[in-house]
């Protein structure tokens, strides 16, 4: 088990950036596959982008592409989301979540970790 944090949430005018980071704690970090989900208000929760154990391989939800960057450091714990050309519709709470699993995938009921959220709010 890991347990997430993360940080970097806020309001920012649509055409803006945020960098949102999630820490984890424990030593088994790099056998983890992470991923980062959202939740708009009345609405399910959506698979954003998800990385590979080594950080090689991203995979990305069609409307993010282009504009959001997963990357992560293995040394520090810490799997990244740079978001660029922020759109309103990207409001939601983020999520980011863990899976010990060799294969970069968006289903979210088969991550077993997640942390709390932070809020995104892009405003137009």
């Not at 596959?33 to 399910?44: C, D, H, L, S, Y």
């Not at 968006?106 to 942390?115: C, I, P, R």
Request: neutral net charge; charged residues 20%.
């Amino acid at each position: 088990q890991v347990q997430l944090v993360e940080s970097g949430g806020g309001l920012v005018q649509a055409g803006g950036s945020l960098r949102l980071s999630c820490a984890a704690s424990g030593p088994t970090f790099s056998g983890y596959v992470m991923g980062w989900f959202r939740q708009a208000p009345g609405k399910e929760r959506e698979f954003v982008a998800a990385i590979s154990r080594t950080g090689v391989t991203p995979y990305y939800r069609d409307s993010v592409k282009g504009r959001f960057t997963i990357s992560r450091d293995n040394a520090k714990n810490t799997v990244y989301l740079q978001m660029d050309r922020l759109k309103p519709e990207d409001t939601a709470v983020y999520s980011c979540a863990a899976d010990m699993t060799t294969v970069v995938h968006n289903t979210s009921v088969e991550y077993d970790d997640w942390g709390q959220g932070t809020q995104v709010t892009v405003s137009s």
